[in-house]
């Protein structure tokens, strides 16, 4: 069964930085895309950024310059580096992998932004 653990939310000020991790269980990072999505309040959720099986990453427009995502292989871990954090970054953060054209996702863990 395939499990998603978010880590490394809180609250920082505009500008501060957070970094997400995400520890799967149950599937293999390497051999799947990874991403984050985001839902801020009162908003849809939203896309953020993947990684694919090769390595290559893609981010909305909103975080282009400002995230990273990586992943650990050896620690089937993934990664969000947030950096510059405004405001409007304020959101619940999910992890989110595929496996075998099924999606799953983890439970989710707040950033809040504000100063």
């Known amino acids: 069964q395939v499990q998603l653990v978010e880590s490394g939310g809180g609250s920082v000020q505009p500008g501060g930085s957070l970094r997400l991790s995400c520890a799967a269980s149950?599937?293999?990072?390497?051999?799947?895309?990874m991403g984050w999505s985001r839902q801020g309040p009162g908003k849809e959720r939203e896309w953020v950024a993947i990684?694919?099986?090769?390595?290559?990453?893609n981010y909305a427009d909103s975080v282009k310059g400002r995230f990273t995502i990586s992943r650990d292989n050896v620690l089937n871990t993934g990664y969000l580096q947030m950096n510059s954090l405004k405001p409007e970054d304020t959101a619940v953060y999910f992890c989110?992998?595929?496996?075998?054209?099924?999606?799953?996702w983890g439970k989710g863990i707040l950033v809040t932004v504000s100063s």
């Open positions: 989110w992998t595929i496996l075998s054209n099924k999606k799953y």
């Open positions: 149950g599937t293999i990072f390497s051999i799947n895309a």
């Open positions: 990684i694919t099986s090769g390595g290559s990453t």
